[in-house]
């Protein structure tokens, strides 16, 4: 058996420490160490790699009853800024957050012709505007509707001109920044794993299926990695085969009656629970039919054992989800990390 690397044990006692910090707030190197299990000697040699890279600050000290007080750390919200933009054909919408995955600002821009141009344009103009006070790292994630593989969109509407071209390149060139240009199921799942990690309730895993009207797509976050597949085309399922020939998405687009509905999507949801088996699924998006979500619920029951079904929930706005996933991908640009998850959800 190989020994593990040492760039590998540092980047993972990075992420335990920032994790520590993400959940305490503020924290001395002692309750850090305590926290996380590491020694006090690598919990120091983390935050010295830390403040000097910008990412956390001193915030005072702890209280002593004799000798040095002990400095308290926090993660510094304005260690950087980032720039989520998910490109749509008719419109952009858009945030900026600070180092904490915070957003300070949000919006929608309708295209008028060129989406991916004026998705550049509109950063430019944001990071003009906020010339005086931002802070000197930043970078930018860009989510598309369709997969992403080496920088080319390989599927979805802008595939005739992006397929043989690099997306990251061209917004790199455009603005000088780090850019991650990301599929948008991917991003989208992304964020609701980190946001309910946030709030305390981590997912080993979970599967977000969103149907919006062009197709059905689907993430899939494991152990708080995006799984993308080899070629990037892991979760595009509307391309599933169906027995009649027709994919689900063709099946779904032309099924009115409600019990046909809730029996193609649920046995779709099943197809997933068979390859993944997540802890959670999440279906929605603005062309998921919410009326019949409890008939899906209920079908989705009846098709899987208990012991093996993961719970299932259905969400109505994926788009705050979805530009959380993006600001969250643009922070990993600035400070590279792994993701730890530490213990299985109850859900």
């Known amino acids: 058996m190989s020994a593990v690397r040492p760039e590998f044990m540092k980047r993972a006692n990075e992420a335990l420490v920032r994790s520590a910090l993400e959940n305490l ?15 006090l000697t690598t919990v120091g040699q983390v935050l010295a790699q830390m403040s000097e890279n910008g990412e956390i600050r001193l915030s005072g000290y702890a209280d002593s009853s004799g000798g040095r007080k002990a400095g308290v750390y926090e993660l510094d919200p304005e260690a950087c800024a980032v720039y ?36 550049a344009a509109l950063i430019e103009g944001l990071r003009r505007d906020a010339l005086i006070e931002r802070p000197p790292r930043a970078a930018v994630a860009v989510g598309v509707p369709g997969a992403v593989l080496d920088g080319r969109i390989i599927t979805g509407f802008l ?3 992006w397929e043989d071209r690099d997306a990251a390149s061209y917004f790199i060139s455009r603005l000088g920044l780090p850019v991650v240009v990301e ?25 977000y299926i969103v149907t919006n009207g062009r197709c059905t797509g689907s993430g899939y976050v494991c152990g708080g990695q995006v799984v993308r597949g080899a070629a990037r085309f892991a979760g595009e399922l509307g391309f599933l085969p169906q027995a009649s020939g027709r994919t689900f998405d063709e099946e779904l687009a032309e099924t009115e009656n409600a019990a046909g509905y809730a029996r193609l999507y649920a046995a779709a949801l099943e197809t997933v629970n068979c390859v ?6 999440v279906a929605g998006g603005t062309a998921f039919r919410f009326e019949l979500s409890d008939a899906v619920g209920a079908e989705f029951a009846a098709r899987i054992d208990p ?17 959380y996933g993006l600001c969250g991908l643009a922070i990993d640009e600035v400070f590279p990390a792994y993701r730890i998850i530490e213990k299985r959800s109850s859900l």
């Open 25 to 39: 707030g503020r924290a001395s190197k002692g309750a850090l160490a305590a926290d996380t299990g590491l020694s």
């Open 84 to 119: 989520a933009v998910a490109v749509e054909r008719d419109r952009l919408d858009w945030a900026v957050a600070n180092a904490l995955g915070t957003v300070t600002a949000d919006g929608t821009r309708l295209v008028r012709e060129d989406p991916m141009a004026e998705a």
């Open 159 to 161: 595939r005739d001109e």
């Open 183 to 207: 599929n948008d199921m991917n991003a989208t799942a992304l964020g609701f794993s980190r946001r309910t990690a946030k709030e305390g309730r981590e997912l080993e895993s979970l599967a």
């Open 276 to 281: 993944v088996n997540p802890a959670l699924i």
């Open 307 to 323: 012991s093996i079904r993961p719970a299932l929930v259905f969400e109505k706005d994926t788009r705050p989800d979805y530009l």
